[in-house]
């Protein structure tokens, strides 16, 4: 009985040592999305991106609000499928020159700086997504504001549409009720509105986004009431009324404009917000009551932005054999 013990403890040993290292030599499931999906294929990834990130944030400080921007863009066009990114062809005009985002979304040589060192560790492997992805939340952690885990093994999409971003992107104009049902039709809810509203917090805007606050509103011919009447004047000098002054910038933040933080908040129960969706969500109950208690809690608009930012992240992804890993960003392969 005794070496036959012996003999079933060794067997034992020789199926642990031999059967478990190859179930971690498994892939992972192509069809889900996995915080660990490169460990194996692109160990280095992180590091590459971070380094990406910290390199054009070193050069030009607006760049953390324009990643963000960027990644958001994507992701509620059709889910997060890196479309944004690419350029127009014969075959289809992209979302690059749709009304939202031309001459306005930046950041897409930083992707592409990312995307071409990635490529040399590891072809044929990260997808632009991904890397969108990452390069967001890596760039709001160094300026200050909260992290959150990025599941991976998105899939880029082989097309783009400007109709659809046009048609799909929230307006600083639009209403409340709308841009809550675009939200809505991500899969995001009300509380995901307020706070991913919140990273207004850190950027500019160009004037003619609000221009109509300061010397039209709603076909008035007068400033919007609400707006602080210091800001306002402030406001027409940076934007006078005529056309030429429609590209100029002024920050959604003028507290801290390159620090993401609660301020954004503050400045809404002051009136003194910059874009006309943005100051609306102080005129709704729902939507106020969040905007007063982010105002006064750092760490909760911290928690809630990361939840929704890992929301609207897994929001519309491909994966498994769903489009593509591009080997450039902006091109189909």
């Given at each position: 009985m005794t070496c036959r013990v012996v003999v079933i403890y060794f067997s034992f040993l020789f199926f642990l040592a031999?059967?478990?290292?190859?179930?971690?030599?498994?892939?992972?499931?192509?069809?889900?999305?996995d915080i660990?999906?490169?460990?194996?294929?692109?160990?280095?990834?992180?590091?590459?991106?971070?380094?990406?990130?910290?390199?054009?944030?070193?050069?030009?400080?607006?760049?953390?609000?324009?990643?963000?921007?960027?990644?958001?863009?994507?992701?509620?066009?059709?889910?997060?499928?890196?479309?944004?990114?690419?350029?127009?062809?014969?075959?289809?005009?992209?979302?690059?020159?749709?009304?939202?985002?031309?001459?306005?979304?930046?950041?897409?040589?930083?992707?592409?700086?990312i995307k071409q060192h990635v490529e040399r560790l590891c072809?044929?492997?990260?997808?632009?997504?991904?890397?969108?992805?990452?390069?967001?939340?890596?760039?709001?952690?160094?300026?200050?504001?909260?992290?959150?885990?990025?599941?991976?093994?998105?899939?880029?999409?082989?097309?783009?549409?400007?109709?659809a971003a046009e048609q799909q992107l929230p307006s600083p104009i639009e209403s409340l009720e709308n841009i809550t049902a675009k939200f809505y039709s991500k899969g995001l809810d009300l509380r995901d509105v307020v706070a991913l509203s919140g990273g207004h917090t850190i950027g500019f805007a160009q004037c003619f986004t609000f221009k109509g606050r300061l010397f039209d509103y709603q076909g008035s011919g007068r400033p919007d009431p609400v707006l602080d009447s210091s800001l306002l004047t402030r406001l027409q000098s940076m934007c006078p009324n005529e056309e030429t002054s429609n590209s100029n910038l002024a920050p959604l933040d003028a507290?801290?404009?390159?620090?993401?933080?609660?301020?954004?908040?503050?400045?809404?129960?002051?009136?003194?917000?910059?874009?006309?969706?943005?100051?609306?969500?102080?005129?709704?109950?729902?939507?106020?009551?969040?905007?007063?208690?982010y105002s006064n809690n750092?760490?909760?608009?911290?928690?809630?932005?990361?939840?929704?930012?890992?929301?609207?992240?897994?929001?519309?992804?491909?994966t498994g054999r769903m489009g593509e890993i591009r080997q450039k960003c902006g091109s189909v392969n």
């Open positions: 031999t059967f478990v290292p190859l179930v971690h030599m498994l892939p992972y499931d192509r069809n889900k999305l660990n999906f490169y460990d194996r294929s692109c160990p280095n990834l992180l590091m590459i991106v971070r380094y990406g990130v910290w390199s054009a944030l070193k050069d030009d400080s607006r760049m953390a609000a324009s990643l963000l921007r960027l990644h958001f863009h994507d992701c509620i066009v059709n889910g997060c499928d890196a479309s944004v990114l690419l350029d127009d062809t014969p075959y289809f005009t992209g979302e690059k020159n749709a009304l939202p985002n031309h001459n306005s979304l930046r950041g897409f040589e930083v992707i592409d700086d072809p044929y492997t990260v997808s632009c997504a991904d890397i969108l992805a990452l390069a967001a939340r890596e760039a709001i952690d160094m300026v200050g504001g909260p992290s959150w885990p990025v599941s991976l093994g998105r899939r880029d999409a082989t097309t783009t549409s400007k109709e507290t801290s404009t390159s620090t993401f933080d609660n301020e954004y908040y503050r400045n809404l129960i002051y009136n003194t917000g910059l874009l006309q969706s943005d100051q609306a969500l102080t005129r709704d109950r729902r939507t106020a009551a969040m905007v007063y208690y750092r760490f909760s608009f911290y928690n809630d932005f990361a939840q929704s930012m890992v929301r609207l992240s897994n929001a519309g992804v491909l």
